[in-house]
């Protein structure tokens, strides 16, 4: 097994022209395990188990053959199989490294409307498809959306409904104890505007100040701007119900698959290839040093060094992943043939 792991390593490595590519200004810098501080710390046996979720989906020959590898390992042994079949590689773009927090959203809700529950969660409609759609505004006050049957649930909250579309995923729990989760299926094509960026420039809020809390405060606290403050983001996200995956797994990522809690986290694949390995070194109030897998993808996180945490599902860990906005480092782990081939060649 291990000799054909090798000889899968020799493998062209496409990744590593897509990211030279991906910008001028990209370097990597080769590190030693022992140049990651905390390594020998860290649960690596939780990690191997977050790797092994989506490694099976990794085609190209040297990823593969390294998945192989990973079914046969135990617990004890994670650790060794990481020195052994990776190396730690600094990719910079000459940002800092900056890393946030996401989560999964539970919602109360029902299957049909009520008078509590009267705000809906869509599916996409055929004609969004095309490209740019209507904005926010008009996909709620014009009446586009009604009788068609694009519902899939009804919630009671319509700032929480706001903040899953942002989340991409999210549970609803219904009133009989069941659950129904739902997944991005689309959106209607505008971009994102920040509600946070929006009550700075209104001098409502200091920049420090805002956060996911602060913001459906201000909203709730306000129930007529909060309305047209959340008109502000034309951009639109549509669900669709995931029927496949239990209510004690995590919500599917970028690969499909169920992601881990603070194991997993969204990452810019234009420098980080998914399904690899990347150790975080998070910085600031709760300072983090972790081997994650990078399973996710999200809008808002671009660059070399930017990274969004799964911090797991419900009211605390959407209360820590909003708080997270800390510098610090991510190394990624690539295999060895990868990551010698990004080096310069005159190295």
């Not at 983001?233 to 669900?239: G, T």
Request: aromatic content about 10%.
């Amino acid at each position: 097994m291990i000799a054909g792991l090798r000889a899968a390593l020799g493998a062209a490595c496409l990744w590593g022209s897509a990211l030279t590519a991906a910008g001028a200004e990209t370097s990597h810098t080769l590190l030693s395990f022992d140049q990651l501080d905390g390594w020998a710390a860290d649960d690596h046996s939780a990690a191997l188990t977050a790797f092994q979720e989506t490694c099976r989906d990794l085609k190209d020959p040297d990823w593969a053959a390294l998945c192989a590898v990973a079914e046969t390992q135990k617990p004890e042994g994670a650790r060794a199989f990481f020195e052994l079949f990776f190396r730690p590689v600094l990719v910079e773009d000459g940002k800092p490294g900056l890393f946030t927090g996401y989560f999964e959203p539970e919602l109360d809700g029902s299957r049909h409307r009520t008078a509590r529950f009267k705000y809906p969660i869509y599916k996409m409609p055929p004609e969004a498809k095309q490209g740019q759609w209507l904005p926010r505004r008009d996909i709620l006050t014009s009446g586009v959306m009604e009788g068609r049957g694009l519902e899939i649930a009804w919630v009671d909250d319509p700032v929480e409904l706001f903040f899953l579309q942002i989340q991409g995923s999210g549970r609803v729990k219904l009133q009989d104890g069941s659950w129904v989760r739902v997944g991005f299926g689309g959106a209607n094509g505008h971009k994102y505007r920040s509600l946070g960026a929006e009550l700075v420039r209104r001098g409502v809020y200091k920049a420090h100040q805002v956060s996911a809390q602060v913001i459906k405060s201000w909203v709730r606290r306000n129930p007529v701007a909060g309305r047209e403050l959340l008109f502000h983001n034309p951009s639109y996200v549509f669900f669709r119900e995931v029927r496949r995956v239990s209510a004690a797994d995590g919500p599917l990522g970028a690969m499909n698959r169920s992601v881990t809690a603070m194991r997993s986290v969204a990452v810019d694949p234009a420098f980080v290839p998914l399904g690899s390995p990347v150790w975080l070194e998070k910085d600031g109030d709760g300072k983090m040093r972790r081997l994650m897998i990078a399973q996710d993808t999200g809008s808002a996180i671009k660059g070399a060094q930017r990274a969004d945490i799964f911090f797991g599902t419900g009211d605390a860990a959407g209360q820590a992943a909003g708080r997270l906005k800390d510098p610090g480092r991510m190394v990624v782990l690539l295999p060895i043939q990868r990551a010698y081939a990004l080096l310069p060649e005159d190295l």
